[in-house]
């Protein structure tokens, strides 16, 4: 197939740890035009996609088949304290690009996540009614809606506990415990209150590639196999990295932390893959095998 009959896709906010793996998942068989605010990657141009106009003219001159809207602000304690750039970025923003994919008549990509329940349930389906707890929650589940109710195709992907990229990227849980023992301790101090469930950035993509291949528009919960909480991911990381007898995972309960990590957080985040069981189209691996394969992959040599 040569390259002018590829098709086309708009990558917004493909600068972070979800963006890297999009780019390696699709750039093989779509031709792609990934932005962002910060262009950290050769392959990435600049990007502010809460200037509607700005975003609506690239994306325009682009003409691309489908419009990815990848970017957010993550850090919970960042969107209470920063909360109008927290809706600005995390759900104005959102609502341009609905407008833009609308105008286009092509079907757009959202990611959401599994943070805007409120942890009241052991599991949550891609049915179950969420109930965001803080501004991070509430800001990516008005995008949710918006989406949902005004985009003419799409796709909404929720995500778990996110990890890829490695330590240029990753600025979630496993880059923060890898860091801490690149830093020498021999102490995880690791809360036993939070459940959720992995999320490898790569497992995601694909399986965002697959449903729009199919054209299965809609809303997924789409995160790795197996549930599990904070405290069993950093034991099997512990374990992956062959660190059992050097390394304590001492349990704390979510008030170690509350200082550093003050924004209200579900007790439990843990998504179950419903919908892409009942539709036989879940290719999500199990998060152990993902950890230790992103692990292997993304840190070789980073603890030397």
């Known amino acids: 197939m040569s390259n002018n009959t590829r098709q086309r896709i708009y990558i917004a906010g493909c600068g972070g740890m979800l963006g890297e793996a999009f780019h390696k998942v699709f750039s093989a068989e779509y031709e792609l035009r990934c932005t962002d605010i910060d262009v950290n990657a050769e392959w990435l141009s600049m990007l502010d996609f809460r200037d509607r106009d700005a975003y609506l003219r690239d994306v325009g001159d682009f003409a691309p088949d489908y419009l990815f809207h990848l970017g957010a602000h993550t850090s919970l304690e960042y ?48 049915w179950d009614q969420p109930k965001p707890l803080g501004v991070y929650a509430r800001s990516k589940y008005l995008g949710e809606r918006f989406v949902v109710e005004n985009a003419r195709r799409y796709l909404v992907c929720r995500a778990g506990w996110m990890m890829g990229a490695g330590p240029a990227k990753d600025k979630k849980f496993v880059e923060k415990l890898m860091k801490q023992l690149k830093d020498g301790a021999t102490e995880l101090f690791v809360v036993n209150d939070k459940l959720g469930t992995p999320t490898y950035t790569h497992d995601f993509a694909r399986n965002v590639k697959l449903l ?93």
């Not at 341009?96 to 943070?115: C, E, F, H, K, W």
Request: hydrophobic fraction near 35%; include cysteine; proline fraction near 3%.
């Open 212 to 304: 729009l291949q199919k054209e299965f528009w809609g809303l997924y919960n789409m995160v790795c196999g197996g549930a599990t909480g904070r405290l069993e991911v950093a034991n099997e990381l512990v374990r992956i990295l062959g660190l059992q007898d050097t390394v304590n995972v001492v349990p704390v309960d979510s008030g170690h932390w509350k200082e550093i990590y003050f924004a209200a957080r579900p007790p439990s985040e843990r998504l179950v893959n419903r919908k892409l069981d009942l539709r036989g189209v879940n290719i999500m691996r199990d998060w152990r095998i993902c950890l230790e394969e992103y692990i292997r992959e993304y840190y070789k040599g980073y603890l030397k």
């Open 79 to 126: 969107c209470e304290t920063h909360q109008d750039d927290a809706y600005s970025t995390n759900t104005l923003a959102v609502e341009n690009a609905v407008q833009i994919g609308n105008r286009l008549d092509i079907p757009m990509l959202y990611i959401s996540t599994a943070g805007i329940f409120d942890g009241e349930q052991e599991t949550y389906d891609d």
